[in-house]
């Protein structure tokens, strides 16, 4: 079974950036996609960023122009790149991935913590 890890969560500052990663167990173009969610206090968990097996990337409408997502193939690793942080982006982040034929994302990281506060 494909472990996805996340790392790079941490308390930053109101416009400060963090970096996560997500780590993949196994060769990351197994996934058609691959994504970021996250997970407010309280809310539902929401897709904010992907990436396909074409590089095309998509964003929430709440952080286009302050996310960016990437990703080292030679690393099998997936990057989320968060800048002009708010305190509205304070929740979990989560890694997935969707293989080929599956509806829906179907593999998933334990989640990091982003907490924005001054």
């Known amino acids: 079974q494909v472990q996805l890890v996340e790392s790079g969560g941490g308390l930053v500052q109101p416009g400060g950036s963090l970096r996560l990663s997500c780590a993949a167990s196994?060769?990351?173009?197994?996934?058609?996609?691959l994504g970021w969610y996250s997970q407010p206090p309280g809310k539902e968990r929401e897709l904010v960023a992907s990436i396909n097996v074409g590089g095309r990337t998509r964003f929430a409408d709440s952080v286009k122009g302050r996310f960016t997502i990437s990703r080292d193939n030679a690393k099998n690793t997936v990057y989320l790149q968060m800048n002009s942080l708010k305190p509205e982006d304070t929740a979990v982040y989560f890694c997935a991935g969707q293989r080929p034929g599956v509806t829906g994302y179907d593999s998933w990281g334990r989640g990091t913590q982003v907490t924005v506060s001054s």
């Open positions: 196994e060769n990351i173009f197994n996934f058609n996609s």
